[in-house]
Nanobody, 120 residues
Framework: QLQAYGGGLVQAGGSLRLSCAAS????????MGWFRQAPGKEREFVAA????????VYADSVKGRFTISRDDAKNTVYLQMNSLKPEDTAVYSC???????????????WGQGTLVTVSS
């Protein structure tokens, strides 16, 4: 089971750190990803990190502003979001899969999301 938290309301230019806590199983051998879904839009890929933490992939829209990391001792994945923009407003969800990819169908386990609202 995965649960994302840490969302909230922030002004444009601000920062937030999202966390995704895993329970019920160990996700240390899985690729972990973050996705987001804005109102009226399809879910889109944000970032992913390999099981070792040595490989990361980002959507072009967040590259240079967001950083994904993981702490397997805590069974937790993080998404540090800086320089937030109103267009980053969405429900952010974490997911676990077997390979590092932006394709959401490749992720087998999904958690409930957390809402991030960026005001202008």
């Amino acid at each position: 089971q995965l649960q994302a938290y840490g969302g909230g309301l922030v002004q444009a230019g601000g920062s937030l750190r999202l966390s995704c806590a895993a329970s019920g199983r160990t996700f240390s051998s899985y690729v972990m990803g973050w996705f987001r879904q804005a109102p009226g839009k399809e879910r889109e890929f944000v970032a992913a990190i390999s099981w070792s933490g040595g490989g990361t992939v980002y959507a072009d829209s967040v590259k240079g502003r967001f950083t994904i990391s993981r702490d397997d001792a805590k069974n937790t994945v993080y998404l540090q979001m800086n320089s937030l923009k109103p267009e980053d407003t969405a429900v952010y969800s974490c997911a676990a899969g077997n390979r590092i990819t932006a394709q959401r169908l490749e992720y087998n386990y999904w958690g409930q999301g957390t809402l991030v609202t960026v005001s202008s």
